[in-house]
């Protein structure tokens, strides 16, 4: 019987929405210990550094619950980059791929006023000055804030992406994410290098 499954997740059968969850699971994890991501290839000017970022940015859709999300698989899903756009090309990768049921899309703002309308939002480093007034529009707006800056947890951000050995691995503040009402999957959580309560 094992060895069936084994065979049938080979030749790409997954048997249901927990079966491609763990998948999920298992390509991040496999992001995390080689800092590397399949999907990298088909971004040849972005760093490998902000390939494998994209990749966790499309896996925290898939492994975080928004506050009343429950049933809503129509529409899109978006990811937003407040700032220097540092992915390049890379969020190519994940636009148009599915999350929960809805369609990848990203967007970009200049301005902490223009933040609206997505689901994740990613604070580029070059607005480290604004990062109070991009925090403050983001959790009023139910987004999921999302750095690679140094201090983002300590600031109230959510999840910060970090380097740990030349590896991309990241870190929770738990209680940002639970005053807003976002629920962390406990898969996810385990991956975490850090996590603030």
């Given at each position: 019987?094992?060895?069936?499954?084994?065979?049938?997740?080979?030749?790409?059968?997954?048997?249901?929405?927990?079966?491609?969850?763990?998948?999920?699971?298992?390509?991040?994890?496999?992001?995390?210990?080689?800092?590397?991501?399949?999907?990298?290839?088909?971004?040849?000017?972005?760093?490998?550094?902000?390939?494998?970022?994209?990749?966790?940015?499309?896996?925290?859709?898939?492994?975080?619950?928004?506050?009343?999300?429950?049933?809503?698989?129509?529409?899109?899903?978006?990811?937003?980059?407040?700032?220097?756009?540092?992915?390049?090309?890379?969020?190519?990768?994940?636009?148009?791929?599915?999350?929960?049921?809805?369609?990848?899309?990203?967007?970009?703002?200049?301005?902490?006023?223009?933040?609206?309308?997505?689901?994740?939002?990613?604070?580029?480093?070059?607005?480290?000055?604004?990062?109070?007034?991009?925090?403050?529009?983001?959790?009023?707006?139910?987004?999921?804030?999302?750095?690679?800056?140094?201090?983002?947890?300590?600031?109230?951000?959510?999840?910060?992406?970090?380097?740990?050995?030349?590896?991309v691995g990241f870190?929770?503040?738990?209680?940002?994410?639970?005053?807003?009402?976002?629920?962390?999957?406990?898969?996810?959580?385990?991956?975490?290098?850090?996590?603030f309560e």
């Open positions: 019987m094992r060895h069936r499954a084994v065979k049938d997740m080979l030749s790409g059968w997954v048997p249901g929405e927990k079966a491609r969850r763990l998948l999920a699971l298992c390509v991040l994890s496999l992001a995390l210990a080689a800092g590397t991501h399949p999907t990298a290839l088909a971004a040849p000017t972005a760093t490998p550094e902000y390939q494998v970022k994209a990749a966790f940015l499309y896996n925290f859709l898939k492994f975080v619950e928004w506050p009343g999300e429950a049933g809503n698989s129509a529409g899109t899903i978006c990811v937003g980059v407040f700032g220097r756009d540092p992915f390049d090309d890379a969020l190519e990768t994940v636009r148009g791929k599915l999350a929960k049921g809805r369609k990848v899309v990203v967007t970009h703002f200049r301005s902490p006023d223009e933040i609206r309308g997505c689901d994740l939002l990613f604070i580029s480093t070059s607005e480290k000055a604004r990062l109070p007034q991009a925090l403050k529009a983001a959790h009023a707006a139910r987004m999921l804030t999302v750095a690679d800056q140094d201090g983002f947890c300590e600031a109230g951000g959510m999840i910060n992406l970090v380097s740990v050995k030349n590896r870190e929770v503040n738990l209680a940002a994410a639970s005053r807003a009402r976002f629920r962390i999957s406990s898969q996810l959580l385990k991956l975490a290098k850090n996590v």
